[in-house]
């Protein structure tokens, strides 16, 4: 896909729009190449169709570009953004209808995926679950909220926080079960742990 000349045009329009969002250390325009790149990568271990790959590139790029906008419940505005830009370069119209509900799908309360696409984009959005790098992706997040919102959370709540998700979060398709769920584990072992040290 890296010489697919749609994704990169892309590419270079949601750079411009997230690298000047100086604190956002997590959703950053890093975090939407990490996105495209392992909803690239789960449709095709899933054994999907090719044909369908740009769709899952593009949802997976434009997912959190509506930050620009507003901080909290902007998943429509991600949408709209994508459909804007995609519109402008005469997009098919029933690609960006699935690229819009996939986008809509990575809402944190959207609980039940109704298909494939939306179940890849939400394990995509979510992959550092179940990485080494959960910790550090964590913090990077923790520090966005912070700054962004000028509170100063307390580590036993992020903490508190990141075991309920850790916990309630399910992995939907096969490859992320088989390649995440171990690691996720771990990870949510570790946040338990450090909750105990908070009760000493």
Known sequence: ????KVLQRAKKYVNK??????????????????????????????????????????AGLFHDTGFIIQYDKNEPIWAKIAQN??????????????IERMILATDIDYKEA?????????????????????VEKSHSLRKEIEVIKN???????????????????QFETLTQK?????IKQENLDLMIEELEHFKL
């Open 178 to 182: 088989m390649e995440r769920n171990n």
């Open 114 to 134: 109704k298909d494939i696409y939306e179940k890849i984009i939400k394990d995509a959005d979510l992959d550092n679950l179940g990485r080494k790098d959960f």
């Open 17 to 58: 729009l997230l690298v000047p969002l100086e604190r956002h250390y997590y959703h950053s325009y890093n975090h939407a190449i990490e996105v495209m790149d392992r909803a690239i990568y789960i449709w095709k271990k899933e054994g999907l169709n090719d044909a369908d790959l740009e769709i899952v590139g593009l």
């Open 151 to 169: 509170i100063k959370i307390k580590d036993p709540d992020w903490n508190h926080w990141s075991v309920e998700l850790l916990k309630e979060h």
């Open 85 to 98: 830009y995609l519109k402008s370069v005469l997009y098919p119209e029933d690609k960006i209808k699935t």
């Open 1 to 4: 896909m890296k010489d697919n």
